[in-house]
């Protein structure tokens, strides 16, 4: 997001449904969560389900929907009509950036009970048992983001922390800033008892999200930069062992965060940039807030400071007006920034931005170009993983966050099998590697 970010899953920038609750067969005492998109939405999901079910809910199914691409929206139509078909005495809430957007396409699908706008759907009014169906407000009037206290995400190793909402930037081509509003931070107080209730409950690793992170703290009393909040954070929660962050614009960094970069080994050596683009015309006509020299500058000033960081990056292929020389450019970054994961997309007109109403490329010329990205996206992460090679032969180990037995992600954030598994979830275990596969490292216990 952040300014025209792209939505996502653990990893920043990919739209998905999270499959932490199947509401085929739905308990008639269960609230179930359909979550789709970003790691806020998958931070809000656990808030509204704690809502929900402290309200007396049950046999309610809430679907979080995502406004990113025409393709995480029709997704989320199609997990509502399978929830509708699969459970006909199911309740189905719908809320998420889509529904805000549009509330009126959402409210009609079968089964839906009730729509609930972003805004509202962490609101414990918004979810006592009886209250009237109320209108979904207007996102752009919000000045405020509350800190709500979750202690578990189902099924998942890492937990996620609001720490910002909203965006006041307008990328050409995002809907986003009207899906969640303008940019609020969360007081750098209730994001640390967030963090110690977490610790409490066992989890070892956590994601700082929000819509654009590097904008958290003008509207905070002393107005904290992100840096400022993450080192007082850190200081006061030392036994916090990981900590992440989620997707960063690389011209936003301030300096206290270069600093913890440099000297702060309990803050991971894995960053997602929101890039979106090789060409500064294409930046520039997507109004981004960078351009190419930026993000190369960027890299090489994060990697002189801490040199075995990682890189994740959002791109867009096949933007309005792209040519293959500009295509060309996003593909040479690649290997530029020496980038280690991807995540594309092809360009997805969304209703009401500028973008929309540029040339258009075909749609299986957008295809085209993000299957080539992809393609150099894998290519990137096999170097990247033989690098992690060469460092366990020269005597390095990783630590692991596992999420299975067998599997988990080392601090780089690449993919990891245990071999002969063994590992608990959620547990933090060093670990030699041993060898790569094309879907990340093989290890052994060390």
Known sequence: MAGGRACADDRPGRHRLHRHARPRGLSAVSVEILT????????????????????????????????????????????????????PGARIVVTGCAAQIAPERWAGLPGVARVIGNADKLKPESWALGA??????????????????????????????????????????????????????????AIVEQVRALVAHGYREVVL????????????????????????????????????LSSLDPVE??????????????????????????????LKRMKRRHLRADA??????????????????????GFPTETEAQFRATLDLVEAMELSFLHVFPYSERPGTPAARMPQLPVPLRKERAARLREAGRQAAARFYAARLGAARLGEEEQVLFEREDRGHTAHFAPLRLIGGGAAPGELRRVRVTGTAPDGLLARAA
């Open 36 to 87: 789709f998109g970003c790691r806020l939405n998958t931070y809000e999901s656990e808030a509204m389900r704690a809502l929900a079910t402290e309200a007396g809910h049950a046999g309610t199914i809430v679907v979080n929907t995502c406004a990113v691409t025409a393709e995480a929206e029709r997704q989320a139509r199609q997990a509502i009509r399978r929830a509708a078909r699969d459970n």
């Open 132 to 189: 009237p169906p109320a209108p979904v407000s207007d996102i752009m009037a919000a000045t405020e983001t509350a800190a709500h206290l979750v202690t578990e995400f189902a099924g998942r190793a890492r937990a996620f922390v609001q720490v910002q909402q909203g965006c006041d930037h307008r990328c050409t081509f995002c809907v986003i800033p009207f899906g969640r509003g303008p940019s609020r931070s969360v007081p750098i107080g």
């Open 209 to 244: 999200t929000g819509v654009d992170i590097t904008s958290y703290g003008p509207d905070l009393p002393g107005a904290p930069s992100l840096g400022q909040m993450v080192r007082r954070l850190l200081a006061l929660v030392p036994e916090l062992p990981r900590l992440r």
């Open 253 to 282: 960094v301030d300096a206290d965060l270069w600093r913890l970069i440099e000297t702060e080994p309990r803050l991971l050596p894995h960053l997602h940039l929101s890039l979106q683009h090789g060409a500064d015309l294409i």
């Open 296 to 317: 190369l500058a960027f890299a090489r000033r994060a990697r002189a400071l801490r040199p075995d960081m990682a890189f994740g990056a959002d791109l867009i292929a």
